[in-house]
């Protein structure tokens, strides 16, 4: 679905139908490790099968900043049509998104956010997932009780809406 929506866009402003321009996708993975990303990456290859025409650059930063910024700029030195990133870390990832987005390059952030401008972002509303988790807790605990917040990456977009959504909600029972 989401390499389905990624396809369609990028084909936006094709004109010629019998002679389809070749295209180089570049995806830029923050960790390629867990089960979730390995099925990410599964599903955009599957579709990729269907286009004939389009050649996908994956790199997998493991869970490296460093390292995912400098295969963002590895990925533009290799004249792709189209960034599509998973960024690992908001703020060292932040500058070199906008600066490939202000290149004019498309960029499409999946999952995780960053403080740059992109094209298109696909992904869940960890501000709802966070307000989920503190009603949820609230209900459980009937207003009362300790909770332990367990976190990935302190500076991952989904941690800190997770986080700051779920204490919104918790401050508001005081026995919590």
């Known amino acids: 679905y989401l390499f389905g929506l990624l396809f369609i866009c990028l084909l936006w402003g094709c004109t010629k139908r019998q002679h389809p321009k070749n295209y180089v996708i570049g995806f830029s993975q923050c960790t390629g490790s867990d089960d979730w990303r390995k099925t990410m990456l599964d599903e955009m290859k599957r579709e990729l099968s269907f286009h004939n025409n389009i050649t996908f650059i994956y790199k997998n930063a493991n869970a490296n900043s460093q390292k995912q910024i400098q295969q963002i700029h590895e990925l533009v030195d290799q004249h792709i049509d189209l960034l599509i990133v998973s960024?690992?870390?908001?703020?060292?990832?932040?500058?070199?998104?906008?600066?490939?987005?202000?290149?004019?390059?498309?960029?499409?952030?999946?999952?995780?956010?960053?403080?740059s401008n992109y094209?298109?972002?696909?992904?869940?509303?960890?501000?709802?997932?966070?307000?989920?988790a503190g009603k949820y807790a609230a209900y459980i605990l009937k207003g009362h009780g300790n909770v332990m917040e367990v976190t990935g990456l302190p500076d991952a977009s989904p941690v800190i809406e997770r986080h700051n959504s779920f204490m919104d909600i918790i401050s508001q029972y005081p026995g919590i």
């Open 87 to 115: 960024p690992n870390e908001v703020d060292p990832l932040s500058p070199v998104i906008q600066k490939v987005y202000d290149s004019g390059l498309p960029v499409v952030v999946i999952d995780r956010r960053t403080n």
């Open 119 to 132: 094209t298109a972002f696909i992904g869940a509303s960890n501000f709802e997932v966070g307000q989920n």
